[in-house]
């Protein structure tokens, strides 16, 4: 197919495998790998969608990157089409669109059947990892994997990541001490990161609150989202 072509890799396995934040959001690229790939399986991983939006909005705090104050950029339009020539550095923002989990899940299973589909929960990955592994393995119809390790690797605290954020972090502490003066008045944040409290999370479940109810009709669990949960039950 078109898509196996363009794999700079031979690939003689089962399956390949391939990982996008923004399939689900995009209005024809589910079609695309359908066309290629009729029998393709979805494998969704869901995060709590209040803790979602925070996480997205903070790495582009972390970044320093320029976003609107934080209430603008939730209650801008949500009606307008994805456009994936959008991103900031390869990101989107569209922050409260990408948690809409069930207008995104519905859209999907219009067009692919349920089988094909595996929901599988941001808290297991690290909490049970061979229970995870296992559906994984029963739902792709593969052998057993080999032994598997549960590193903690955050991308953001690797050294080409860090370098780009705080180049003073790898000086010796003295030298940090003498250019942070000079330096800091050149580096101002361009973007706060999300505000803490419950007042600010309610914010978001309010403005997600149909999508979740939602959520029934494409076999969401809400239990396994914390936030959401707990104002759930208040």
């Known amino acids: 197919s078109r898509y196996v072509n363009r794999v700079p890799v031979s690939c003689n396995e089962k399956y390949m495998m391939d990982a996008s934040t923004s399939y689900l959001i995009s209005e024809v690229a589910i079609d695309r790998i359908l066309l290629d790939t009729p029998d393709a399986k979805f494998i969704v991983i869901m995060r709590d969608p209040i803790d979602r939006i925070k996480s997205h909005y903070n790495w582009y705090a972390t ?10 950029e939730f209650n801008a339009p949500l009606t307008t089409p994805f456009d994936p020539d959008e991103h900031v550095n390869g990101a989107y923002k569209r922050f409260i669109q990408f948690s809409q ?56 605290r690797q050294s080409s990541y860090v370098k780009q954020v705080t180049p003073l972090s790898f000086l010796p502490e003295s030298a940090k001490q003498f250019l942070r003066p000079i330096i800091n008045p050149f580096r101002k944040r ?19 609150y149909d999508d979740i109810m939602a ?18 039950n208040h």
Do not use: C
């Open 190 to 208: 361009k973007t706060k990161h999300f505000p803490k409290g419950e007042k600010w999370e309610r914010m978001i479940y309010k403005a997600l």
């Open 101 to 156: 989990y069930a207008t995104l899940l519905s859209r999907m299973l219009e067009k692919v059947d349920a089988k094909n589909v595996l929901y599988l929960y941001f808290g297991d990955l690290n909490a049970r990892p061979d229970i995870v592994a296992e559906n994984v393995r029963m739902f792709l119809g593969i052998d057993a994997f080999g032994d598997l390790s549960t590193p903690r690797l955050n991308p953001s």
């Open 63 to 72: 970044r320093n990157v320029y976003v609107k104050k934080w209430n603008k």
């Open 215 to 232: 959520y029934d009709k494409v076999g969401v669990d809400v239990n396994r989202f914390e936030i959401v949960s707990r104002f759930q």
